[in-house]
């Protein structure tokens, strides 16, 4: 089992839906949570950070974090073409060392 | 602007040839890590480093090296480059526990 699995996709939304991107970590001692959008050819951006259960809403993305669960996801309203792209998770290793674990990335698919 | 720059950003080279790959930062950030990634798969970590002095191998096996003599400085070496070294390196470095900024990175191929 990877420590942190994301659904590689495609995932196809039509313009204007919401796109739900979901992450599972095995570390129940992982404190910090990170989503990253990478364009093709490009470098990963931080394009969310959330350290707490629940939603942290940042423009039209929005963080959900239930530790309990295990479980990170990111959603998307109001998808844009220009949102195409591969999104990882990235969880921080429990040792508290600034490490990060990502994910395979999943991605997204926006049609006009 | 505080940023993280690496160079070059494109590079091919003859098999077997020495070459280093820059990365330098302004952040003055203590942790800097070296990324490995083929197109559209996984990033593999390389090698990391958590401060002067400090490197430490990564999760991937790879034959390159890395050094940290100033803070701000991460470059990466291949002593003598194969075409299984073709891919892009990409760089990052954190400060404290909220996340990495990654450079621009570098794709390399060896023909």
């Known amino acids: 089992q990877k420590e942190v699995e994301q659904n590689s996709g495609p995932l196809s939304v039509p313009e204007g839906a919401i796109a739900s991107l979901n992450c599972t970590y095995s570390?129940?001692?992982?404190?910090?949570f990170f989503w990253y959008r990478q364009y093709s050819g490009k470098s990963p951006e931080l394009i969310m950070s959330?350290?707490?259960?629940g939603d942290k809403e940042d423009g039209r993305f929005t963080a959900q974090l239930n530790k309990a669960s295990q479980y990170v996801s990111l959603l998307i309203r109001d998808s844009q073409p220009s949102d195409s792209a591969t999104y990882l998770c990235?969880?921080?290793?429990?040792?508290?060392?600034?490490?990060?674990?990502f994910g395979q990335g999943t991605t997204l698919q926006v049609k006009p | 602007e505080a940023d993280i720059y690496q160079t070059p950003r494109y590079l091919v080279i003859g098999t077997g040839k020495k070459i280093t790959l820059e990365c330098s930062q302004t952040?003055?950030?203590?942790?800097m890590y070296w990324y490995q990634q083929d197109p559209g798969m996984e990033l593999h970590l390389i090698h990391y480093?958590?401060?002067?002095?400090?490197?430490e191998k990564g999760d991937l096996s790879s034959e390159s090296t890395v050094s940290r003599i100033r803070t701000e400085h991460f470059p990466l070496t291949l002593e003598s480059a194969r075409p299984s070294h073709t891919s892009q390196y990409l760089c990052?470095?954190?400060?404290?526990?909220?996340?990495?900024?990654f450079g621009s990175g570098t794709r390399l191929t060896v023909v």
């Open positions: 959330i350290y707490s259960n």
């Open positions: 952040m003055g950030h203590d942790k």
């Open positions: 480093s958590y401060g002067v002095n400090s490197t």
């Open positions: 990052a470095s954190t400060g404290a526990n909220y996340g990495y900024t």
């Open positions: 570390d129940r001692g992982s404190q910090s």
């Open positions: 990235a969880v921080s290793a429990s040792s508290n060392t600034g490490k990060l674990i």
